[in-house]
């Protein structure tokens, strides 16, 4: 075999070959992250971004209507909060409120309780927040039966959002999305305590109507979670 003929040979091999990493570099970069609803086309795609399966369960008379509407609150919110985490939202049938979640008396629902009964089913990348109307309650400063609007107990990843004690409904989103920072990030509370961000402790005020987004430190260090 003449030179000419083997550098000819060889050279169509190497160009052969670079066109087939490039190729795959281009497939490679049509994949998206598995954001939005669940059953998307590429929801089972491997992606190396960080993602999270974001479920809500909603409880007893909290309708699936009030659910969606609240998954695409969330969707439209906590996506620009956190923006460097892909999130997958779905709404799951609704289930009822056992009478073994109540608290002693039998008078409110005990929010550690419900968290324990999702907890099981949730993971790093699968965090569940059970949504109700019914009043929910913690032991806290001292009291067994403490009110509350939201719940988290870090490191397990389910939490739970009331209504009950929210003042305005359109304010809902924002206290699911504190809980969900929490449960997500195992994010405690606003260290400058800073009035307008949704990480900031309520203290017993049940008042998200000035807070709309994460302060600059609260930011950085959730981003800093990845």
């Known amino acids: 075999m003449s030179r000419r003929v083997l550098s000819f040979i060889v050279g169509s091999v190497f160009l052969a070959v670079l066109l087939a990493v490039a190729f795959l570099l281009w497939v490679g970069s049509q994949v998206d992250c598995p954001t939005g609803d669940a059953g998307t086309e590429h929801a089972d795609t491997l992606c190396t971004c960080p993602y999270v399966k974001v479920s809500l369960q909603p409880y007893a008379d909290f309708t699936q209507k009030e659910a969606l509407q609240l998954k695409r609150d969330l969707e439209k919110h906590l996506g620009m909060l956190i923006g460097e985490v892909g999130l997958q939202f779905e ?7 056992a009478e073994e979640l109540k ?6 629902y005990r929010a ?3 968290i324990n009964a999702l907890a099981k089913d949730a993971n790093g990348q699968h965090v569940i927040i059970a949504l109700t109307h019914k009043d929910i309650s913690v032991s806290y400063k001292g ?3 403490w009110g ?3 719940l988290s107990l870090i490191p397990k990843k389910a939490c739970v959002v009331s209504t009950f004690r929210v003042r ?7 206290v699911a999305a504190h809980e969900f920072i929490h449960t997500c990030f195992e994010y405690r509370h606003c260290p400058d ?4 961000c949704l990480m900031k402790d309520a203290k017993g005020r049940a008042d998200f109507s ?8 609260c930011s950085k260090r959730i981003y800093d979670h990845f």
Do not use: M, Y
């Open 148 to 150: 509350v609007l939201g």
């Open 143 to 145: 009291k067994p039966n």
């Open 168 to 174: 305005h409904r359109r304010d809902l989103w924002k």
């Open 91 to 97: 709404v799951l049938p609704n289930k009822p409120l």
């Open 210 to 217: 000035n807070k709309s987004t994460l302060c600059e430190k």
């Open 193 to 196: 305590d800073n009035p307008k």
């Open 112 to 114: 550690d309780k419900i």
């Open 103 to 108: 608290n002693d008396a039998g008078t409110r």
